[in-house]
């Protein structure tokens, strides 16, 4: 049964921050919308899996849709949740999910959705709560977890449910202002709370409805064309998800409330962009928090060496092509195609050469030229052997063009490098999209083109290195000084991070061979900075042979060489929660001898735990 209820939230306001400082108010009422979608989740489909269960989540396909150009809402959320689990953890046979960590018991339950704005946002970001029935009102516990990289808000539902769940914690999710939610500028359809589409202008249950230009086409999508700069107020986003958690418990079980954060444990656990969210919330005033737990954090503070996200990738973007031509193949995981592009490699670091970037008379002379430059920039050559798979799916170049937009805070064809998105022809040319096609963004899309029928478009692409003078205007952007460079600079700065609240416990998690947020770059400099201002709560695990895409361990190549993360996030909320309950201290900074799996299946002798 799904009921959808008109609600001015006033509860909201009962649950307001108490005792929260100047540098976080507690949002109004009025800064939230008044809509409220209820749906429960039983008799064959659950809040974990959708009614999936571990084989269903491992099954290479999909859950189909009855009619792919018009899915249903219970359609969009199983595939979303299906999708979700695959892009985060190593579901694979012998990768250890279920054997050696995690749980994927049937949880029934409900889930409440609503639109959260913070103070002085364009746009919403999604929230949803999933209560299980077995919520423990005797212990109540909700876990926040935002969405990893740009995910939907389901994207953090490996991280945060099979721990959370069974153990009768409700989960808060946010999609922390990115996500999924595009809008198709030629058919003027966005999407709905619900997942289904709904035409700009009528619905009014849009959970992105951007200024459309006259003659607009292609495909806009929240984390690039908001113009919020939504990771400036990542750590808000988590606080907002908090507080409609204690609204839909309220809800769920009016006969216990209130439920608020002097009588509810809360707990923020997220990992890469969401451990970034988990950390930039630990920072705000205010007792509302109990603990953090932050995996392989995309984070940025002042001094320790720590680098913003669009410095180094950029960076990477432009170098690493060539670079990795200076290590030997078989020290490289390969990603599927590397053979391929070592001519487009090649042609790169001519390109870099003749622009005067690098030195050498032949390409194994400009690839060492390029390597040393990297290493000399802090790359580890673990975190450069690791960032092979972003330099072979050209994940540098998607990131940089979205965040361009993002921190500069540019709207629909306004992005000031030139590019932008739409479906495309396989000559790479700009089309409509399907109404297949569009069906399936909310569900399937990670929240940054390419993909799902959704691709760049790169004005300055030419020959022979394509995409050099897009990435050499992206890279100007971090590096210039024109009033587009300086917006987009003003919108890194504004996500630096502070050390968290005094006495607040946080354990971050990063692996050590992490090559698109090496840690050298985040977690490290995050901890330098956080102990240089007395904040002895924080901890640290360094996790050897672990790198940042558990989901890419299904990989023969990968699996055999690297550790997941994921069993040491959910082991380290095993330690706060035990240490919130009086069971014992704060675990010590470790680091932790992992290893791959080789050719086996995983076993517990190579995930030692500290």
């Given amino acids: 049964m799904r009921l959808p209820i008109r609600f001015s939230l006033p509860l909201l306001l009962g649950a307001s921050l108490a005792g ?88 029934p339950g409900r889930e409440y959705a609503t639109l959260a704005r913070v103070p002085g946002a364009r746009q919403p970001h999604r929230v949803l709560v999933q209560v299980p029935d077995a919520f423990d009102a005797g212990k109540r516990c909700v876990v926040v977890a935002p969405a990893s990289g740009s995910r939907g808000v389901y994207g953090a539902i490996a991280v945060a449910g099979p721990w959370a769940l069974p153990r009768g914690c409700a989960v808060a999710y946010t999609d922390k202002g990115a996500g999924s939610d595009y809008v198709d500028l030629d058919a003027r359809i966005g999407v709905r709370l619900d997942g289904t589409p709904g035409r700009l202008g009528e619905a009014s249950d849009l959970a992105f409805a951007p200024d459309v230009p006259e003659g607009a086409t292609g495909v806009a999508f929240k984390h690039a064309h908001s113009q919020d700069n939504p990771e400036a107020d990542w750590g808000r986003h988590v606080q907002q998800a908090a507080q409609f958690a204690l609204t839909a418990l309220g809800q769920a079980f009016p006969q216990a409330a209130p439920f608020t954060f002097d009588n509810t444990r809360v707990i923020a656990v997220g990992i890469s962009n ?140 306004e992005h000031p490098c030139g ?107 995050y901890l330098a900075a956080a102990r240089a201002a007395g904040r002895q709560d924080v901890r640290y695990w360094q996790v050897r042979n672990a790198q940042h895409f558990d989901a890419f361990l299904g990989f023969p190549a990968y699996g055999a060489r690297y550790a997941p993360l994921l069993p040491y996030v959910h082991a380290a909320l095993d330690r706060v929660w035990a240490h919130l309950e009086g069971q014992g201290s704060l675990p010590a900074d470790a680091v932790i001898e992992a290893r791959g799996r080789g050719t086996g299946a995983v076993e517990a002798a190579q995930l030692p735990m500290p």
């Avoid at 320790?304 to 200076?326: F, I, K, N, Q, V």
């Avoid at 940054?448 to 003078?469: F, W």
């Fill in 274 to 413: 969401g451990g970034g969210a988990v950390l930039r919330a630990a920072e705000l005033e205010g007792d509302w928090l109990d603990a953090v737990v932050a995996g392989e954090p995309n984070v940025y503070v002042d001094g320790h060496g720590s680098r913003a996200l669009y410095d180094y990738t950029t960076e990477a973007a432009l170098l690493m092509p060539c670079a990795l031509l200076d290590l030997p193949a078989e020290s490289l995981p390969q990603p599927p195609l590397l053979e391929p592009l070592r001519p487009f490699w090649q042609a790169r670091c001519a390109s870099l050469k003749a622009a005067g970037v690098i030195e050498g008379a032949d390409t194994a002379a400009q690839a060492r030229s390029a390597h040393d430059r990297l290493r000399a920039a802090g790359w580890s050559e673990q975190a450069l052997i690791a960032g092979t798979a972003s330099a072979g799916f050209d994940l540098w170049r998607a990131v940089a063009v979205t965040y361009a937009s993002a921190y500069g805070r540019h709207g629909i064809g």
């Fill in 20 to 107: 929260a400082g100047s540098a976080s108010p507690a949002p109004r009422a009025t800064d939230m919308t008044d809509i409220l979608r209820v749906s429960e989740h039983r008799h064959g489909d659950d809040l974990l899996s959708a009614g999936l269960g571990l084989e269903g989540l491992r099954a290479m396909v999909p859950p189909a849709f009855a009619d792919a150009a018009h899915p249903t809402a219970a359609e969009l959320r199983r595939r979303a949740i299906w999708s979700s689990w695959r892009g985060i953890a190593d579901l694979s046979p012998g990768g250890g999910f279920g054997t050696l960590y995690g749980a994927m018991g049937e949880v």
């Fill in 419 to 525: 590019f932008a998105f739409s479906a495309q022809n396989p000559d790479f040319s700009p089309r409509p999209a399907t109404d297949a096609e569009r069906g399936s963004w909310w569900s399937d899309a990670s929240g940054i083109p390419p993909g799902n029928g959704v691709g760049i478009l790169d004005p300055k692409l030419a020959p022979p290195d394509l995409t050099l003078a897009g990435l050499q205007c992206l890279r100007g952007l971090y590096t210039g000084q024109e009033p587009a460079a300086r917006a987009v600079q003003a919108g890194i700065g504004a996500t630096r991070a502070l050390p968290p609240r005094a006495g607040l416990p946080v354990l971050v998690v990063h692996g050590m061979d992490d090559g698109l947020v090496p840690e050298a770059f985040s977690s490290t400099p």
